[in-house]
């Protein structure tokens, strides 16, 4: 009883209703309007037409071109109102002029290391072009004098990331999607709270949306009074906005500069399995030791200047280099990049269809969601027809069972080109993970749907001959042994009924 009473009096809920309210009235009026004046028929014909155009001009994903086309010229009322609500991928113009003004002034702190570029180049042609595409297109460095550590789950990153907050001695940055009270946050609030009463530079950023059921409302401001830098990105408010379509999917920790960690775990207790939600919630993390933090740290604080309006006066008091007391080893080469839904440049998707491409061996992937567009479903397609070894290992149980079932209306057209799709059976696989022929990894937040390739924030770290990049293959190698091989006969026995209904659920992918 108390579940359903937090739930029906939860921000969440009291939001949805305000905005289904509005979008009801809306509604209503306009067709109370169109039966009054029948002329209004055609302007709306018009304008759905118009509209349509607008939206086949766009930069965008074609099938993302086509869901919204037939939504709109099927019910133009519905359709134009939803669009507009909530079917613009980008920000709003003030907006985005405000996000490139930050990143302009930031991004020039950043290393250009064509030196670094040159040794891929002499090593590995194509390895030279993938790094290059994120040097120029996402505009951030590759490094060499980093050290990498692989996490197969949240409950062995945990420890690391406590010891690292422990031992921070200048500032602490913090951004993340999902942050809920509970034993994870507890245990890292606690020592926020110490290092700020120290007199550490601790920010933290959070995701109003993503938090929406896991926090109180405006929680940043009890952060602000235990003297922690709190803010949170794009707040979500009762009224329809197109901002809402954004958010910061992002996961970052850094602290003094010299250590990071990204990855798929947020901080809330099913990330470290104190409760069970899904089964056993099976993710990974990365941690960067190093040069390459110095992206994550540039990273967080073009998202704090955004947020807060602001300039930082002197990134130099945040570069390693300044208190700097060894030397860092070489692991391989690393590139930490991000993905803004802004610069129309699908970087977390591109990087994805290079290492597919590039395969000779093998392809290896964690993935919680296979929604791909047509561009990716064909490349994993076309690798595996050319005898490379495409795996892909989704959840055995799903957190989302209308995207669940999409994803497996996947299965088929893969399997029969020769891909083989494992489901993880112990329960929830949250991981986002690329690997393939031992030499090239990602490891990030971005998940292979519509969401995550065009509208989020994301981000996430490339690797070559790094360490990690074998403990991403050992990790999805023993994880298949947990998991279930699907064959075509799964996807043949389904009745008739439920392929048709997971046909038509995939036409309008791309809106979810």
């Known amino acids: ?81 939803v669009y507009f609500i909530f079917g613009r991928s980008e920000l709003t113009r003030p907006t985005r002029k405000r996000m490139e003004a930050v990143n302009f002034e930031i991004e020039q702190s950043l290393p250009k ?10 090593q590995d042609l194509s390895v030279y072009r993938q790094s290059k595409y994120v040097s120029e297109w996402a505009g951030y460095p590759v490094y060499k004098n980093t050290e990498t550590k692989y996490y197969s789950s949240g409950e062995e990153m945990f420890p690391d990331m406590l010891k690292a907050l ?18 994870m946050f507890g245990k890292i609030l606690d020592i926020l709270k110490e290092k700020a009463a120290q007199g550490l530079d601790v920010r933290f950023i959070y995701d109003d949306f993503g938090c929406v059921t896991t926090l109180p409302e405006k929680y940043y401001q009890q952060m602000q009074e235990w003297g922690i830098k709190c803010v949170r990105f794009n707040p979500l408010y009762p009224i329809m906005s197109v901002v809402m379509n954004n958010r910061d999917h992002r996961k970052i ?34 941690r960067l030791e190093g040069e390459g933090v110095w992206s994550f740290t540039v990273m967080f604080l073009e998202m704090w200047d955004y947020i807060t309006r602001s300039r930082e006066q002197n990134l130099e008091q945040f570069r390693p280099s300044s208190y700097q007391t060894r030397t860092w080893k070489t692991d391989g080469y690393v590139q ?60 055995g149980i799903p957190d989302k069972q209308i995207v669940y079932w999409i994803s497996q209306s996947y299965y088929e057209p893969l399997l029969e080109c020769g891909v083989r799709i494992y ?21 990030g937040s971005v998940n292979l749907d519509y969401r995550s390739l065009y509208l989020h924030f994301e981000c996430g770290v490339w690797m070559y001959r790094t360490r990690a990049v074998i403990q991403v293959k050992e990790d999805i190698q023993r994880t298949m042994e947990q998991s279930e091989e699907i064959n075509l006969e799964f996807c043949r026995k389904r009745p008739a009924a439920i392929r048709t209904l997971q046909g038509v659920m995939r036409l309008f992918a791309p809106l979810l």
């Open 1 to 81: 009883m108390k579940k359903v009473k937090k739930f029906l009096l939860g921000r969440a809920t009291i939001v949805a209703i305000a905005i289904l309210l509005q979008l009801c009235w809306l509604l209503s009026f306009l067709y109370g309007f169109r039966m009054r004046y029948t002329f209004l028929n055609t302007i709306l014909d018009i304008g759905a037409v118009f509209v349509v155009l607008v939206i086949v001009n766009k930069r965008s994903n074609l099938s993302y071109k086509i869901a919204w086309t037939v939504v709109i010229l099927a019910v133009p009322i519905v359709g134009l109102l």
């Open 113 to 122: 290391h064509q030196d670094l570029l040159e040794e891929l180049k002499e």
């Open 166 to 183: 422990e031992e921070a001695k200048h500032f602490i940055f913090m951004e993340y999607f999902i942050v809920e009270e509970g034993y």
């Open 253 to 286: 920790l850094v602290a003094d500069g010299k250590v990071g960690f990204t990855g798929g775990i947020n901080l809330a207790d099913e990330y470290v399995n104190k409760v069970k939600r899904f089964g056993y919630w099976k993710d990974t993390g990365l």
């Open 336 to 395: 930490p990049y991000t993905d803004s839904p802004l610069d129309h440049e699908n970087v977390g998707e591109n990087i994805y269809m290079n290492i597919i491409n590039r395969a000779r061996k093998y392809v290896y992937i964690f993935t919680p969601y296979l929604i791909p567009d047509d561009e990716i479903l064909k490349a994993l397609q076309n690798t595996a027809k050319s005898g490379v070894d495409v795996r892909i290992l989704m959840p």
């Open 423 to 443: 489901q993880f059976n112990p329960g929830f696989l949250h991981a986002k993970c690329f690997v393939c022929d031992d030499e090239v990894a990602v490891v």
